[in-house]
Nanobody, 121 residues
């Protein structure tokens, strides 16, 4: 199982940024996918999640109405669109899933390496 994030960088307050997480090594189209973030000195927190088919999404209250999670099962990728980011959104953003690492195994947690998002003018 491999999760590789991309798209992080510097964003201006009120601007936009799109993160991507390319997944491999498991049946992506059957997996619930999530984005987490961790700011310095803070615990890792859940930002958004999306069901396997993409029909259901959930968001932390702090990002609701500004961030959008989506997925493309044809290319095994989940996205996080950051609209109107704020300096408080500055953090390392991680892709996460919980799936069996091999057929017939129990589930395990898998994280990407993270991508830094800095919101500053």
């Amino acid at each position: 199982v491999q999760l590789v994030e991309s798209g992080g960088g510097l964003a201006q307050p009120g601007g936009s940024l799109r993160l991507a997480c390319a997944a491999s090594g498991f049946t992506f189209s059957a997996a619930y996918m999530s984005w987490y973030r961790q700011a310095p000195g803070n615990e890792r927190e859940l930002v958004a999640g999306i069901t396997a088919g993409g029909g259901g999404t959930s968001y932390a209250d702090s990002v609701k109405g500004r961030f959008t999670i989506s997925r493309d099962n044809a290319v095994n990728t989940v996205y996080l669109q950051l609209n109107s980011p704020r300096p408080v959104d500055t953090a390392v953003y991680y892709c996460f899933t919980r799936v069996p690492p091999a057929p017939g195994w129990g589930v395990a947690d898998f994280w990407g390496q993270g991508t830094q998002v800095t919101v500053s003018s």
